[in-house]
């Protein structure tokens, strides 16, 4: 199963920073909703887990992260390149997990 991965911050929980969100296991459901295992930061926040249905909001999110965890651990250059990959077709957005 895919790991789908966004720029993105749980509007509720994340302050102001923007960081790697990683939708584990994603599958679509419909145009800005996804379904996923689990749902969790590069840097390490867990937002949720046991399954979750999780809806993009297109409210401007940045190209990049400004969470310098998220930034500086555990990104490879050919993962970078996957994201910007998905970036191209997911968009960066903020996510509302629910
Ligand atoms: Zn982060």
């Known amino acids: 199963m895919a790991e789908k991965r966004i720029v993105a911050k749980a509007l509720e929980d994340f302050g102001d920073d923007w960081h790697w ?6 599958e679509p459901r419909g145009d800005r909703a996804f379904w996923a295992s689990s749902v ?20 401007g999110a940045p190209d990049q ?13 050919g993962l970078r390149q996957a994201l910007d ?4 077709v997911v968009q960066a957005v903020p996510i509302v997990v629910r």
Do not use: F, K
């Open 40 to 59: 969790d930061t590069i840097c390490g926040i867990a937002l949720a887990e046991g399954g979750v249905v999780v809806t993009l909001h297109d409210t």
């Open 85 to 88: 990959e998905v970036l191209d």
């Open 21 to 26: 969100v990683v939708l584990h296991d994603a």
């Open 65 to 77: 992260p400004n969470c310098a965890r998220c930034l500086n651990e555990g990104v490879s250059p």
